[in-house]
């Protein structure tokens, strides 16, 4: 029971993680490699607040997101005025540096060794309704103002700018956006393994991230979700076969990238609303047939 | 009133405009023509801020305009649409509207994450005027398709009707008649003349369909290699021997 406890927990806080990644990839098209980073520095800030300054787990939460969302306006600064592809070069820069410095600083985070002795808040309840949260705002902006500026930013930025949107703007917010999700993230993950370490907060992580919201469906919020829960729990189920689940993991990227390269879901969204309505489309289908 | 006064712009060792002055006014439609490579679309470009002048400037209402970032310009009341047509795909013909209408929208990113009252109100009001424009442009009833499964004529007007929600003092054509076909262009020589007279701003045109330019200018500039070869009425043009000289060619020398 347990086990499966942890497993769903970790899942949610990936699902969490991969709603920032929908808005900044999905949304507005911008690729990041060092976004693990931010969640590193979560899980780091706001684990050191509580071990070492004793200031309250609530407190040191809204400290660490803040923190993540200053440095991620430094990153983003010269970032938002690139072209997608050398995002993904500065980002990844960035979050390399970060595990490096991590790796360094041994005598504050522990270095290679990790950092642990962090207490066990994060239960399965605060991981479900944090993720409930996330994707509730999230599906708010995807319809809002700014979820239309991103996703016209993203198909065509110089006609966004004919029509009056300030694109550096709504790519940054777009980010700092991820950053803040992200690193909350980190936050729940660090306090509910009690222990992290720089190396998996590397580059392979951010890309996990993206494979999830390519895998399930790059312009849907469900699919990126439904994405992510499968591509998460499945290496987890998969664990008595731990020499082959690479190989299985990667065998259905290549299959969904190959057969289906808008992701599983595609651009539909799963919603009451549209549920429903296509069950009735199927019904006047059969109608008419 | 627009007001471009001596722009120039090189890439590298190439002139692609030089020396272009003009002047628009409130109910103007001037139309712009020349061969292909003139530069009229680089004067566009000048214009509408995707490119900085060399030398000149752009002058709106009195503001210099000319070195003021692309989002600016529209937002000080610069509209366009593009030859080759640029809509957004991912979303529909409604919010493509509505992507010019949401930078005019007053409502922070706290709104933009929670269905706050302030977004609901500023949501519809948006909401209506983009879909009194799409009216204007006869394309209310496609809302909800996606453009890129329109066809052509459609996604030209779409375009305009993007433009139009811009709020633009200056209104930019760039080829707007190109691939329709003529029931087509009459619409649209109608939509144009319509809008100049009921919006009552001063329209840009670039166009190839000499028949459209003719009929529905006010005043028409000549480039040629990126200089200004001639202005004037529709008729004057259509005298001036310089213009068919860059239309048609040298006349052949006497036998």
């Known amino acids: 029971?347990?086990?499966?406890?942890?497993?769903?927990?970790?899942?949610?806080?990936?699902?969490?993680?991969?709603?920032?990644?929908?808005?900044?990839?999905g949304l507005t098209g911008m690729f990041s490699l060092g976004q693990a980073a931010f969640m590193a520095i979560g899980a780091y800030v706001s684990g050191f607040l509580v071990v070492k300054a004793g200031v309250p787990f609530v407190l040191a939460a809204i400290i660490a997101v803040v923190i993540s969302v200053i440095v991620g306006y430094i990153v983003g600064l010269p970032t938002v005025r690139l072209r997608r592809d050398y995002i993904?070069?500065?980002?990844?820069?960035?979050?390399?540096?970060?595990?490096?410095?991590?790796?360094?600083?041994?005598?504050?985070?522990?270095?290679?060794?990790?950092?642990?002795?962090?207490?066990?808040?994060?239960?399965?309840?605060?991981?479900?309704?944090?993720?409930?949260?996330?994707?509730?705002?999230?599906?708010?902006l995807k319809n809002?103002?700014?979820?239309?500026?991103?996703?016209?930013?993203?198909?065509?930025?110089?006609?966004?700018?004919?029509?009056?949107i300030n694109v550096p703007r709504i790519k940054m917010t777009a980010f700092l956006i991820a950053v803040a999700v992200t690193s909350y993230a980190g936050v729940l993950y660090a306090f509910f393994t009690t222990y992290v370490d720089p190396g998996i907060f590397g580059w392979k992580k951010s890309a996990e991230w993206?494979?999830?919201?390519?895998?399930?469906?790059?312009?849907?919020?469900?699919?990126?979700?439904?994405?992510?829960?499968?591509?998460?729990?499945?290496?987890?189920?998969?664990?008595?076969?731990?020499?082959?689940?690479?190989?299985?993991?990667?065998?259905?990227?290549?299959?969904?990238?190959?057969?289906?390269?808008?992701?599983?879901?595609?651009?539909?969204?799963?919603?009451?609303?549209?549920?429903?309505?296509?069950?009735?489309?199927?019904?006047?289908?059969?109608?008419n047939a | 009133m627009l007001e471009?006064?001596?722009?120039?712009?090189?890439?590298?060792?190439?002139?692609?405009?030089?020396?272009?002055?003009?002047?628009?006014?409130?109910?103007?439609?001037?139309?712009?023509?020349?061969?292909?490579?003139?530069?009229?679309?680089?004067?566009?470009?000048?214009?509408?801020?995707?490119?900085?002048?060399?030398?000149?400037?752009?002058?709106?209402?009195?503001?210099?305009?000319?070195?003021?970032?692309?989002?600016?310009?529209?937002?000080?009341?610069?509209g366009r649409t593009f030859q080759n047509i640029r809509l957004f795909r991912g979303l529909t013909v409604l919010e493509n509207v509505m992507c010019a209408f949401d930078p005019l929208s007053r409502y922070s990113i706290i709104d933009g994450l929670l269905p706050t009252p302030r977004r609901l109100a500023e949501e519809k009001r948006g909401r209506e005027i983009c879909e009194h424009y799409l009216e204007v442009v006869g394309m209310l009833k496609y809302k909800n398709e996606r453009p890129e499964n329109l066809p052509y004529g459609l996604q030209r007007k779409l375009e305009i009707a993007r433009a139009l929600t811009c709020q633009p003092k200056v209104l930019l054509l760039d080829e707007p008649a190109a691939g329709l076909n003529p029931t087509e262009v009459m619409e649209l020589t109608e939509l144009i003349s319509r809008l100049c007279e009921e919006i009552g701003f001063a329209i840009l045109l670039i166009e190839h369909r000499l028949e459209l330019v003719m009929g529905i200018s006010h005043k028409i500039h000549v480039l040629n290699f990126g200089k200004p070869i001639a202005e004037g009425t529709p008729e004057e043009i259509k005298e001036n021997p310089d213009v068919i000289k860059a239309y048609l060619g040298e006349e052949e020398a006497k036998c």
Do not use: H, W
Not at chain 1, 100 to 109: M, R
Not at chain 1, 212 to 219: E, N, P, R, T
């Open chain 1, 1 to 25: 029971m347990q086990f499966y406890i942890s497993i769903l927990t970790f899942t949610l806080i990936s699902v969490i993680a991969v709603t920032g990644i929908y808005v900044l990839t």
């Open chain 1, 88 to 140: 993904s070069l500065v980002t990844l820069g960035f979050g390399e540096a970060i595990t490096a410095l991590l790796n360094q600083t041994q005598s504050i985070t522990g270095g290679a060794l990790g950092f642990s002795g962090i207490p066990k808040i994060t239960t399965l309840p605060l991981a479900l309704i944090s993720a409930i949260v996330c994707i509730v705002l999230v599906s708010y």
């Open chain 1, 144 to 164: 809002s103002k700014y979820g239309r500026q991103c996703i016209a930013a993203r198909s065509d930025e110089l006609a966004a700018k004919a029509m009056g």
């Open chain 1, 210 to 287: 993206v494979i999830m919201v390519f895998f399930g469906g790059v312009s849907s919020l469900t699919g990126s979700i439904f994405g992510t829960i499968i591509l998460t729990a499945l290496p987890e189920v998969l664990r008595f076969a731990a020499d082959y689940r690479t190989v299985f993991y990667a065998v259905l990227v290549l299959l969904i990238i190959n057969f289906k390269p808008t992701g599983l879901f595609g651009e539909y969204e799963l919603s009451v609303g549209n549920l429903l309505r296509r069950l009735s489309g199927k019904k006047e289908e059969r109608s």
């Open chain 2, 4 to 78: 471009v006064r001596n722009v120039s712009k090189s890439f590298g060792g190439v002139k692609a405009i030089q020396d272009v002055s003009l002047t628009a006014k409130k109910g103007d439609i001037i139309g712009i023509i020349g061969p292909n490579g003139a530069g009229k679309t680089t004067l566009f470009n000048v214009i509408s801020g995707i490119y900085t002048a060399d030398k000149g400037s752009v002058i709106l209402d009195g503001k210099d305009i000319t070195k003021m970032e692309q989002y600016m310009i529209t937002r000080e009341g610069i």
